[in-house]
């Protein structure tokens, strides 16, 4: 097998594996409100809806960027993320960290039409809404992104501090 061909293997290898291989498309993306098997990750998991401590919408729009860019939540508090699409063209919501998200990022230039449901993730049609319940149940500084091509690029990206509880 020569190199070009082991790359292409290698490399579809590893999208088969790749969290971010079934990431976008026409499907249904994950309302809060369907069950799912909640999975740790750096910037929190995923949460029923019942434990919601506070609601707060995100807004988005074709400018590319969110309103409001920048969100603060305590450590352990759950949050209901209505995240409202503004715009005429399709958007999206993803948690992540900075490297995860700019790594989708890359991965939606070259495969743009993937699909996926992960629970901190809403895709947006033009004047529509989703909902994520998740819990930020560890301290650090995170992002919110929409990781369609060209978006992202564009600056359509925000930040989430999560400040740790002080116990006295």
């Given at each position: 097998?020569?190199?070009?061909?082991?790359?292409?293997?290698?490399?579809?290898?590893?999208?088969?594996?790749?969290?971010?291989?079934?990431?976008?498309?026409?499907?249904?993306?994950?309302?809060?409100?369907?069950?799912?098997?909640?999975?740790?990750?750096?910037?929190?998991?995923?949460?029923?809806?019942?434990?919601?401590?506070?609601?707060?919408?995100?807004?988005?729009?074709?400018?590319?960027?969110?309103?409001?860019?920048?969100?603060?939540?305590?450590?352990?508090?759950?949050?209901?993320?209505?995240?409202?699409?503004?715009?005429?063209?399709?958007?999206?919501?993803?948690?992540?960290?900075?490297?995860?998200l700019a790594e989708h990022a890359e991965l939606m230039k070259q495969f743009?039409?993937?699909?996926?449901?992960?629970?901190?993730?809403?895709?947006?049609?033009?004047?529509?809404?989703?909902?994520?319940?998740?819990?930020?149940?560890?301290?650090?500084?995170?992002?919110?992104?929409?990781?369609?091509?060209?978006?992202?690029?564009?600056?359509?990206?925000?930040?989430?501090?999560?400040?740790?509880v002080q116990i006295n």
């Amino acid at each position: 097998m020569n190199r070009s061909t082991r790359c292409v293997v290698t490399t579809l290898a590893l999208l088969a594996i790749s969290p971010w291989a079934t990431a976008h498309g026409p499907a249904d993306h994950g309302a809060s409100n369907k069950p799912f098997e909640p999975e740790q990750m750096d910037w929190g998991i995923g949460s029923a809806s019942d434990s919601v401590d506070r609601e707060v919408v995100v807004r988005m729009n074709d400018q590319m960027r969110f309103e409001p860019e920048h969100l603060e939540v305590e450590e352990g508090e759950t949050l209901r993320l209505v995240v409202h699409n503004d715009g005429q063209l399709l958007h999206e919501f993803v948690l992540g960290d900075p490297d995860t998200l700019a790594e989708h990022a890359e991965l939606m230039k070259q495969f743009p039409d993937m699909e996926h449901a992960e629970p901190y993730m809403a895709h947006v049609a033009p004047g529509e809404s989703e909902t994520l319940v998740w819990t930020f149940n560890r301290a650090g500084r995170f992002e919110f992104a929409c990781l369609l091509p060209g978006h992202f690029e564009a600056g359509m990206k925000g930040t989430l501090e999560v400040s740790s509880v002080q116990i006295n």
